[in-house]
DNA sequence: ACATGTTGCTGCCGTTTCGGCAACGGCTAT
DNA sequence: ATAGCCGTTGCCGAAACGGCAGCAACATGT
C-alpha cells in the first residue's frame, strides 16, 4: 500500500536520520536516489529543506513546514489504514507511547496487559523520557501517545485530560514517619531525604516549596530514577517524593507507606496530562487504548482522592 | 509543486465528478491513464473503491475512507503552501466559503471587501447553499468555511464559534405593526404573511410555534428565498420572519422595519454555528479571515443584543 | 601532514512507470 | 436499431526512477 510519492517516504527517512545515506540504508535503497529525491523536492517547492553541513543534514525553516506536512499525511495514512483493517474485523497495528517514569510501576503495564488480552494484533511501543523529551517526541511524531507532567505544551500538542495526583513523601514502614496520616515538609526535612535531580519534575515541584523554609535540610542522596528513589526508601535510607502512580502495587504487600503531603494546610499537586499531536486523526485501535488510559488515570485520581481527602 | 503521487489527485478528481472520462476532462489527461491510476489504487489498497454503475462511479466504504484521507492530505498540502507563501511575505489563496442567505446581504460583503482591501492577493469563492446542504458541502471539502444554523453536525466538523441571533417580523414602514417595539406571533398572524418553505430553517424555527397557535392563520404567500421575502415586506405584501442579519442596510436607510418577536414572554433565537473541518488546520489566511468573521458576528450579537435587550 | 572514512552529489544506463491513441464491449436514451 | 457515453485494455513513445561507480569536500585519527 503505497500511494504517496517516494519523495515524501524518503525526505522523512531523512529528517530522522539526519543523513541522506543512513536514510537510503534504511530504506533499501541507493543513496543517489534519496538524494535525488531531495533535490527534486527542494526545486518543486522553490527553496533548500536541508542545510548541509560537513556530517549530515539539517532542517531549514520550510523543511521544517513540509516535516509536518509530511507527518501529517503519514500518521493519516496509518489512521486509513487502520480503518480498512477494522472493517474487515481485524485490528493491527501499533501504540506507540512516550511517558514518564512514574507510569511504568503499575499504570501502563496493568493497561498493557489488559489490553493485549483483548486485542492481541495490536502491540506497543513505550518509551520513558522526561516530561518535556516526551513532548518533544510527540512534536516530532515519534509517538502518537504522551503522559507527562501538565507543563505549557506546544501548540501542536491536544491535552487530552488533566488528572491530578497529591505529591506525598515515601518512606519505609518502619520510618518515624510512617504512623502519620499526612506529612509537612517541615517534618520530611528533619529526617534525610532522596531528592530528585532537576530533570525530573519533581524536582521542580518541590524546589520552590524547600526554598522558602528556612531550615538547612538534612544530607541527602539524590537521584534521577523514581524507581531508584523508591528502592532507596524502602531501605529506610530517608524520605521520598512522589505520587502514589509509582508505588501502587509495592505499597500493598510490601515495605512502603505514602504520606500525602501537607503544604501549609492544603495539598501538593502534581499535574498528570494526556497528550496526541493536534493535528490528527488516531487509528481506531489507538483511540481505544488512549481512551481505556484516561478513563484508567481518572479511576486512580478519584480512588486516591477517595483514600486522602484534600481536606484533612 | 506536485509531490504526491497522481494516484490520489486523480482519485479525488474521479470522486468529485463522479465520472473518469469527466475528470480525465478537469485534469487535461487521457481518460485511460485515470483509469489506471484508479485501478492501480485499488489493487494496493486490496479492495474496490468505487460501485461501477452504467452511469458513473459511486464511493464504496473503503472508497469513502480513502476520501476521508486524500482530502486530508490535499488540504493539508495547500496549508503548508500558504505557510510557505506567507514565508516570504506574500500571502496568496482562495478562501471557499459556504453560507446560508441571510450572510449575503451585508455581512458576508462588508467583511469580504475589507479584507480585500488589506490582502489583495486573497480571493474568495462563496456558495449560498440551505443549511444542511452547507454542511454537507463542508464534509466534502467543497469549502472551508461553513456559516449555517445550528443544527447538530456530523462529527468530522467543527463548531469553531455559535452566535444567537432574535427572529423578528420584518415589515414595511407603513405597517400597522411598525409602531410597535416588539410583536408576538399571535399578532403577526393576524396579518397576511411571508412563511418560508421547509427547504429554509426558519419554517423549523416557526412552525412549531405556529403549530401551537390554534388560530387559522391569514392566507399567506411561501418563498423559499429571503431576499425575496425580504422584498415582499418592504413593498406591504406581508410580514417576513428573519433576523436583523438580513436586512442590516435596508432597515437603516429605507422602509423596512425590524420587530423582535416575542414567544409568550421569551425571544425567539435563532442560532447560527460556523464551521470548518474538524482533522484539519487551516491555511493562515483562512484563518485570518475565520477570525475576522468570528469577531463580526459576535460584535452583531453584542450590538443587537443592546439595540434590543432579551428582558423586554 | 597525511591517510582514511564519510558525506552529498552527478553521469551513465537499464528498468519501471506513466500517459496518449485507438479500439472494444456494455449500457442508456431516443 | 442507432447514437452516445461509459470504463477498460493493447500498444508504444516519453518520462521518471533506481543502481553503480566515481567525484570533491570535509572530519577524524595517527
Known sequence: ?????????????????????????????????????????????????FERNARGLTLTTVGE???????????????????????????????????????????????????????????FTTEVKGSSDVLEALSRGEADIGIAMALRHPPDL???????????????REHPLA??????LEQCLAFPVINALPELSIYHL???????LSETPEPAIQANSIDLMRELAARGVGVAFQTQLGIGRLSRDSQLVFLPLDNAGSPVWSDLGIYVRAERTLPAYTESFLQELVRELGERERRENAAYPPTS
Chains 1, 2 share one sequence.
Not at 504512623?179 to 509537612?184: E, G, I, Q, S, W
Not at 518541590?206 to 522558602?212: D, G, R, T, V, Y
Open 65 to 123: 513546514m513540509l516535516a509536518r506536512h509530511v507527518m501529517n499525511v503519514l500518521q493519516d495514512l496509518d489512521r486509513f489504514r487502520s480503518d480498512v483493517a477494522s472493517l474487515s474485523g481485524a485490528w493491527s497495528g501499533t501504540v506507540s507511547i512516550a511517558c514518564i517514569e512514574s507510569l511504568t510501576e503499575s499504570v501502563l503495564p496493568d493497561l498493557i496487559a489488559s489490553h493485549r488480552g483483548r486485542a492481541r494484533r495490536v502491540s
Open 158 to 172: 491536544r491535552q487530552v485530560a488533566l488528572k491530578r495526583f497529591r505529591l506525598g513523601a515515601v518512606v519505609a
Open 206 to 212: 518541590l524546589q520552590p516549596l524547600i526554598a522558602q
Open 1 to 49: 500500500m503505497r500511494f504517496h510519492s517516494p519523495a515524501i517516504q524518503y525526505f522523512h527517512a531523512v529528517r530522522r536520520t539526519g543523513s541522506i545515506r543512513a536514510a537510503a540504508r534504511v530504506l533499501n535503497v541507493a543513496s543517489s536516489a534519496v538524494s535525488r529525491q531531495i533535490l527534486k523536492l527542494e526545486q518543486e517547492v522553490g527553496s533548500p529543506l
Open 179 to 184: 504512623r502519620r496520616k499526612t506529612v509537612t
